[in-house]
């Protein structure tokens, strides 16, 4: 009688234990949400930036990738990069992604695939408010020009003629340098100028002149990555589809996509 109750009692342990382990290793086999690195100049506001008072990365970029992460069942991950070390970060498989108000260019697109377009921009001046001599890009010619590196805001500043142009980290060091006097304009991005303004920069500045090359961005990968271009490309799709990219375009700039 003993025996038959042991035998029991074994089953029963026996069971138990293949059921805690069954629930165990339900838990463990729940895959982890794939991370998606995504290379971003986070100094370059409405865009990517970080806020101030918690330092998480925000702007238009970082909500869209996280967006079209959702859609692809991937975790985003930023990662705060200086504008001309993306590209650098980008084929050294650093990152997985470029989203960074990044103009679509040939040049760049020797090096990168892009996605659809997702914004157009164009370059525009931001000069001092008592400012009365520049009010077009012919007026920049022999002026100091302040630029952020890397982008083709500097990239076109350079081709004016006799202009001093000096290249700054940040869009926001370039403003300082306005501000202090060191720079006759700065020649940035059209809703990066309107979004230093709209945050104060009003107060000693102003934006003049006409908006120069209209410019595409894109979402970059690796030359050869294809498949994470073309899931990049549907996820765009359906976001702009189901309504989600109008809500955060309306929510950064203030008005319906273009």
């Known amino acids: 009688m003993l025996k038959k109750w042991s035998a029991i009692a074994v089953v029963a342990l026996l069971a138990l234990t293949m ?26 506001p409405p865009f990517e930036f ?7 990365y925000v702007g238009f970029d970082v909500d869209l990738m996280k967006a079209i992460g959702k859609q692809m069942g991937m975790e985003v991950q930023i990662v705060n990069t200086g ?13 997985d992604v470029i989203a960074s108000a990044m103009s679509i260019t040939a040049e760049r ?4 695939a892009f996605s659809k377009p997702y914004y157009k921009s ?5 000069v001092k408010a008592d400012n009365s001599t520049i009010n077009n890009f012919k007026d920049l010619e022999g ?35 306005l501000k202090a006097g060191g720079a006759d304009a700065v020649v940035n991005d059209l809703p990066v100028n ?21 410019e595409e961005y894109g979402i970059a990968v690796a030359k050869k990555n294809t498949e994470l271009a073309n899931k990049i490309n549907k996820a765009l799709d359906e976001l702009k589809q189901n309504g989600e990219y109008a809500k955060i375009y309306e929510k950064w700039f203030g008005k319906k996509p273009q």
Do not use: H, M
Not at 122 to 126: F, K, R, Y
Not at 153 to 171: Q, T
Not at 194 to 214: C, I, M, T
């Open 19 to 44: 059921g805690l382990v069954g629930c165990g290793s339900s838990k463990s086999e729940q895959p982890a949400a794939k991370v998606l690195k995504v290379g971003a100049e986070a100094t370059f």
């Open 83 to 95: 504008f001309d070390g993306l590209i650098p970060a980008l084929e050294g498989s650093q990152i």
């Open 194 to 214: 309107e979004y230093y303004l709209a945050k104060g920069g009003s107060k000693d500045a102003k934006l003049v002149g006409e908006v120069l090359n209209a």
């Open 109 to 112: 697109a020797n090096k990168v």
């Open 50 to 56: 970080q806020d101030e008072n918690n330092k998480d």
């Open 143 to 177: 002026k100091r020009i302040a630029v952020q590196i890397g982008t083709t805001g500097a990239e076109n500043a350079k081709k004016i003629k006799d202009a001093k142009v000096r290249e700054f980290n940040s869009a926001s060091e370039a403003y300082l340098e």
């Open 122 to 126: 164009g370059l525009s001046i931001v």
